[in-house]
C-alpha cells in the first residue's frame, strides 16, 4: 500500500500492481480497493491495475466530511493519474465509483480510455440509497466478525446463491475487529455528507453519460438492484448500442465482479480500451509523476 497527498493534504492510500494499459479502480460509498481483489486474479495480461482507497476509506485518512463528495472524490482520482504520471487510463466504478468515473468523463475527458459501471448509472433509485443510508456510519451490534458473517447475506437483499466463504470474505473487507466489538473501515462522518446529499433532489447525470460519447464503455448490474432500475440500464443500452451489457443473476447491489458474466463482458470492454487507446491521437497533455 502506497500513499499520496491530495490538493487539500489528505492523505490517500492506493495499490498499483502489474504492468501495461492503467486501470483506475474506485470502489463504493462505503468501500475501498479491496472490492477488486476479487477481479483481480481474473484480469488479462497487460493491465496494470490502481486500487484507490477515496479519502475517509480503508487505509487512506479522514478528512472533513464536506469533502466526501463525489467532485472532490473524482478530484483525487486524478490527482493518483498525476502522482502516476498516467495522461490517460480506463476507470472501473463500482457504485459510486462509476460516477467518480461519468464525473471525470464530463470534466476531463482526455485523461480517460473508457469506462466500465458496476451496478450504476445516470439514474440513481432513492429506495436503494435509503436501504444504503440505513446502515452508513452503524457499528454492528454483534461482538465479533464471525457474528457479522452470519448476519451478512440477511442484510444484502437480492444476492442468492453465494457460498458462504464469500460472505467471511466481505466481512473482513468491510469491518475490522476491535477489542469487544467490530468497528468500521471508513470514517462513520460518511453519514453527513450522505444525509446532507439526500437532503435534496436527485440529480439525473444523464449529461454525464452522454459526454462519454466515443468511449468504450461497459455496464454491468445486478439483476435483483435496487440502485440501477432496469429501465435505467435499457435507457443507457438505447443512448449508446455499442455498449457492452451484463446482467448478474442472483446478484443485488452490487455485482462481485468474479461472476462469469461481469468477467466476460470486462475482458471484452479491456480489450475494446486497447484498441482505442491504440487508434488515439498522442495525449494532448503530459504529467510528470508527483
Known sequence: MERFEAEDGTRLAYRDEGAGLPLLALAGLTRDGRDFDYLARYLPDGIRLIRLDS?????????????YSVAQEAKDA???????????????????????????????R???????????GPVVERDGLVRIGSYIGVEPTVPTLEEVADRTQAAMPGFDRVPPLRWQEETVRHYVQLDG????????ALRTSFEAAMAQPLPELWPLFDACAGLPLALIRGEASDVLARATA?????????????????????????????????????????????????APLAVAPG
Not at 443485488?252 to 465482479?257: D, E, K, V
Open 55 to 67: 479519502r475517509g476509506r480503508g487505509r487512506s485518512d479522514w478528512a472533513p466530511p464536506e469533502t
Open 78 to 108: 486524478l490527482a493518483l493519474l498525476d502522482h502516476l504520471g498516467i495522461a490517460r487510463a480506463a476507470v472501473i466504478g463500482s457504485s459510486r465509483g462509476g460516477l467518480l468515473g461519468l464525473v471525470i468523463a464530463a470534466t476531463a
Open 110 to 120: 482526455p485523461r480517460l480510455l473508457g469506462l466500465c459501471m458496476n451496478d450504476v
Open 181 to 188: 466489538h467490530v468497528g468500521l473501515t471508513y470514517d462513520p
Open 234 to 282: 435499457a435507457e443507457m443500452r438505447r443512448r449508446r448500442p455499442d455498449m457492452l451489457f451484463a446482467e448478474v443473476p442472483w446478484r443485488g447491489h452490487i455485482p462481485f465482479l468474479d461472476e462469469p458474466a461481469a468477467i466476460s463482458v470486462i475482458v471484452q470492454w479491456l480489450a475494446r480500451v486497447q484498441d482505442f487507446d491504440a487508434a488515439a491521437a498522442p
